[in-house]
């Protein structure tokens, strides 16, 4: 071996070694960097901890006898996304030895809950920020105990992996809203949901769970805005040009009515009569701290029989009594009366297509109505009216829109009816030509 080829042969072993070294450390960062304990065992720092908390009832009572449950189950922590996780990085600066005698009164309630829960936000900012624009927050912040926090819907100490868990299971809402959730199991999406099994569809053909139609974290009222409908619509791409098929204008009928008014079979419908901020084309919402439609509707309706179109057009009045534009006026809407209902949805055979169901004089459809608003949270308040504030010629102007649908619009539409059947005009042709003549006449009273 000449010296050059040994220094050559030298200068590879260095290399060599200089590689694995820098394999070692790189292996090493990247382990200490991602888990800190594979699924399924307890890192042993964390297994300390559990030496006390995974004991059978580890607990405390506190000296007016209350108990505290301090268990922590180790097979569902180690199973647990937050595995990779030590509990110190949740919970800083436990000293074994100090913190077990009386250390902290307040475990177990909600302040404590509360408190330790802006951990969360350390790692999961987003959520968090979402969370906080939430009606379930804000009630939260007025002190509702029934409303949820990041631990009623996520235990810390056992949070899976979406992955793991079957297309129905831990649907924490239903512990909070079980009529709802026993509703929404048997309709036509529950049913599609349960025989979903293993890793879910492609999103367009997965059948949605609570959270796909109101959001996990930025829940809002469900009955104000768009955002419940425009969920659907996303689903449903085709659903509007299906629906131009066989209802002329698609887009009134998809304002005036809620989808589950006619996808609903059973439900009982109401027409809600909406106060509306015609300029700036949003519902009115009470002013917080303010509220003023329940008296002011109570004041109106002296009897307390409901209001009637009188009292109806009284309320509106005080409403613009301070506003020469007068731009309060009522939107009407059909939907389902109860949320429950609106969770029912059946297959398409059984909706309601006839269009007499609603569009007949004394239709049973318009026969509860009530006036509602916004609360400040999104909620909003109902109140009872007569049904004949629909066809009253006195409060025409006060429900716009409609009054058409009780009184002589239904009958231009009923003409026509016996017109396209005597003439036994084919089923196309005739919607056609209805579409026609509403155009016309649409555009009659408009102009008005
Ligand atoms: C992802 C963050 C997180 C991790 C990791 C975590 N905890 Fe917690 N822990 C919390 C929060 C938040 C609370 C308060 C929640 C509540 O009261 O509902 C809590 C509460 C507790 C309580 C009070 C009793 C109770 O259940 O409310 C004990 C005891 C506890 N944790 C022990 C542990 C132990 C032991 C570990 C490790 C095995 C651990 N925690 C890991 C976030 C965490
Ligand atoms: C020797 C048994 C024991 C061990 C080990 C132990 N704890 Fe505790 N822990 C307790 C007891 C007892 C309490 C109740 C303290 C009290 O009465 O306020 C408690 C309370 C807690 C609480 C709720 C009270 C608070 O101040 O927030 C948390 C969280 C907690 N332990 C976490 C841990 C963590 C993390 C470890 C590991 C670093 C650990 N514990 C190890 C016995 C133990
Ligand atoms: C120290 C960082 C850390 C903290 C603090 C933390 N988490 Fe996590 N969390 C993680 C990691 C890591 C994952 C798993 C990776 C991922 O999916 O982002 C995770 C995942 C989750 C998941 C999703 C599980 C899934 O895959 O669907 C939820 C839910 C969750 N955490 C809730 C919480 C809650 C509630 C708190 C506050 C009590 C909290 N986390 C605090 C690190 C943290
Ligand atoms: C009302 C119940 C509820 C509350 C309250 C809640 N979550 Fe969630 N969270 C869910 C649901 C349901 C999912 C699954 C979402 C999905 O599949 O679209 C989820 C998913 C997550 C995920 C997984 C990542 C993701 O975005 O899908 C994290 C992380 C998380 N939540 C953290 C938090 C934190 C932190 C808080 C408190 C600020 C919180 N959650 C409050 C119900 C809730
Ligand atoms: C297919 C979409 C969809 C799914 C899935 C869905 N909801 Fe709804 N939810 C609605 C609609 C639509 C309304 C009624 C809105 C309206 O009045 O216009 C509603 C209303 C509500 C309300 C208000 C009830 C009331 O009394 O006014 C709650 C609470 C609610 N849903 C919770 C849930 C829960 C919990 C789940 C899961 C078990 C769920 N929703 C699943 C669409 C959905
Ligand atoms: C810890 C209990 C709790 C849990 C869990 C919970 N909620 Fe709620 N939720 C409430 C309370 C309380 C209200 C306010 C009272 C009401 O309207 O029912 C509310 C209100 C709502 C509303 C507004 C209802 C309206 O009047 O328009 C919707 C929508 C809603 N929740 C959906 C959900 C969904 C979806 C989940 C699961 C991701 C969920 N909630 C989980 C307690 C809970
Ligand atoms: C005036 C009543 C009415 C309203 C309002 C209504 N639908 Fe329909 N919808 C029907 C009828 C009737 C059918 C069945 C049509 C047929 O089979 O020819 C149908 C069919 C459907 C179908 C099945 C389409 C197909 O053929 O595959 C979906 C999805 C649907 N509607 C969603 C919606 C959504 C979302 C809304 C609200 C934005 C809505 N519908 C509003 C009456 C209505
Ligand atoms: C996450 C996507 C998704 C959302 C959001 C969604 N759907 Fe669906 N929907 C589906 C799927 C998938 C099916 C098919 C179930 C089956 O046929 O097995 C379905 C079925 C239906 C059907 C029955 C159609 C038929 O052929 O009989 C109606 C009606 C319907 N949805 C209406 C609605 C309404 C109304 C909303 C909003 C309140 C809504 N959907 C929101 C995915 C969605
Ligand atoms: C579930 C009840 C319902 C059904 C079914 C229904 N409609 Fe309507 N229709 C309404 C409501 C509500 C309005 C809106 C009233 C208003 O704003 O004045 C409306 C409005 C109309 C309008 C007036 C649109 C405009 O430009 O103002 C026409 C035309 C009409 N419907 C025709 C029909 C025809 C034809 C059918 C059957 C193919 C039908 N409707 C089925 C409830 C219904």
Redesign the pocket.
């Known amino acids: 071996m000449t010296s050059a080829m040994k220094e050559a042969s030298k200068f590879a072993v260095y290399m060599n070694l200089f590689f694995s070294v820098v394999v070692a450390a790189v292996f090493f960062l990247a382990s200490s960097l991602s888990a800190h304990a594979a699924y399924g065992v307890?890192a042993p720092e964390?297994q300390a901890?559990?030496n006390c908390?995974?004991k059978n009832k580890f607990g405390k009572v506190s000296a007016n006898g209350e108990s505290?449950?301090?268990?922590?189950s180790?097979k569902a922590?180690s199973e647990s996304v937050?595995n990779e996780?030590?509990?110190t990085?949740?919970?800083a600066g436990f000293d074994v030895k100090k913190h077990t005698k009386g250390s902290n009164p307040k475990?177990?309630s909600r302040e404590?809950?509360i408190a330790?829960?802006k951990?969360?936000e350390d790692?999961h900012k987003d959520n968090v920020k979402l969370y906080e624009g939430s009606l379930h927050a804000a009630l939260v912040r007025d002190g509702n105990s029934e409303a949820p926090?990041?631990?009623?819907c996520h235990?810390?100490?056992a949070?899976r992996a979406k992955s793991a868990s079957g297309p129905m299971d831990d649907v924490v809402c239903r512990n909070c809203h079980g009529e709802v959730f026993t509703a929404y199991a048997s309709s036509v999406h529950g049913h599609a949901r349960a025989k979903q099994t293993g890793k879910l569809a492609a999103n367009e053909k997965k059948a949605p769970i609570c959270a796909d139609c109101h959001k996990a974290h930025e829940i809002k009222a469900a009955a104000t805005g768009s955002r419940i409908k425009d969920a659907c619509l996303n689903c449903h791409k085709d659903a509007l040009h299906l629906h131009k098929v066989w209802l002329p204008n698609v887009e009134r009928h998809f304002e005036a009515i809620s989808c589950p008014a006619c996808h609903v079979a059973t439900a009982k419908r109401q027409v809600n009569l909406r106060l509306y901020d015609s300029l700036t084309n949003q519902s009115v919402t009470e002013k917080k701290g303010v509220p003023q439609f329940k008296s002011r509707a109570q004041a109106a309706d002296a009897k307390g029989q409901g209001l009637d179109a009188y009292a109806l057009q009284s309320l509106l009045k005080v409403f613009n009594s301070d506003d020469p534009d007068e731009k309060t006026v009522l939107r009407g809407r059909l939907e389902v009366s109860s949320g429950v209902e609106a969770h029912q949805l059946v297959g398409k055979e059984q909706a309601i297509k006839d269009c007499g169901t609603c569009h007949r004089e004394g239709s049973d459809i318009f026969q509860t109505v009530t006036i509602s608003i916004v609360r400040p949270d999104g909620r909003s308040i109902h109140y009872d009216a007569q049904k004949e504030v629909l066809t009253s010629p006195i409060s025409v102007k006060s429900v716009s829109g409609f009054y058409a649908i009780g009184g002589t619009r239904i009958k231009l539409l009923d003409v026509l009816f016996v017109i396209v059947l005597a003439i036994g005009i084919t089923v196309p042709l005739g919607h056609f030509t209805l579409r026609w003549l509403f155009k016309k006449y649409g555009k009659k009273t408009s102009d008005k």
């Open positions: 307890l964390d901890c559990l908390h995974a505290t449950s301090l268990h922590v180790d922590f937050h996780n030590g509990c990085d949740c919970h475990i177990g404590y809950s330790a829960l951990v969360c790692c926090i990041c631990s009623d235990d810390p100490h949070v």
